[in-house]
């Protein structure tokens, strides 16, 4: 069974930046792409950022662009979120996840392992 652990969640004023880490279970994490998804109170999951297994692609949701940057450490089994320039509307529980293959997709239905959340609050 794997494990996911998110962590670097916080209150942050508009502008400044925070970075999530997500630290996954398991001998293979390698093997994996990995996704970062966020859910704001009243909406619906959404897609954030994606990594590859060797972490040689990358791809974000429009809204983050500029913004965000996902990367990896195989060696830790860690994947993060660098995020910059932080705006009110990316107030959200962030959620890492494990991807069905070596590469990722946007959708949430390609993800077989979730984590619990962490939680970035964004004030204006």
């Known amino acids: 069974q794997v494990q996911l652990v998110e962590s670097g969640g916080g209150l942050v004023q508009a502008g400044g930046s925070l970075r999530l880490s997500c630290a996954a279970s398991g001998r293979t994490f390698s093997s994996y792409g990995m996704g970062w998804f966020r859910q704001a109170p009243g909406k619906e999951r959404e897609f954030v950022a994606l990594?590859?297994?060797?972490?040689?692609?990358?791809y974000y949701t429009d809204s983050v662009k500029g913004r965000f940057t996902i990367s990896r450490d195989n060696a830790k089994n860690t994947i993060y979120l660098q995020m910059n320039s932080l705006k009110p509307e990316d107030t959200a529980v962030y959620y890492c996840?494990?991807?069905?293959?070596?590469?990722?997709?946007?959708?949430?239905?390609?993800?077989?392992?979730w984590g619990q959340g962490t939680q970035v609050t964004v004030s204006s």
């Open positions: 996840a494990r991807g069905n293959s070596w590469y990722a997709r946007p959708e949430s239905y390609e993800y077989d392992y």
């Open positions: 990594i590859s297994s060797s972490g040689g692609s990358t």
